[in-house]
């Protein structure tokens, strides 16, 4: 036997419509604190070029491009992704250049 907060004549069906409901709204939340947009995807690429000439002036020009060619790794990666999941053309490339770049919205 199931305890309801509203007791043993609860309604079992509205009960779970309130905990979807209040799941979907969590999750809506969660997707719109993570949502990243093409102007901080272009702002991530902008930090990781700058990081790597500055790294590779004051360290050395391999570092500075190891720093760029972490980066496009993870792109290339994140893009085969996309294309294993059947997302294919522009929008692959758009998700792939998001995940990849769009951590520039919390800096």
Known sequence: MQQWPEGPAADQEAARERYTSGMRATRMAVREVFRADMPAAHGGVTVVMVAGVVVGCFAHPVAGCLVAAGFAVLFLVALAVMFLRG??????WRRSYLFTFGWANWI
């Not at 997302?87 to 692959?92: L, V």
């Open 87 to 92: 997302i294919r053309g522009a929008d692959a």
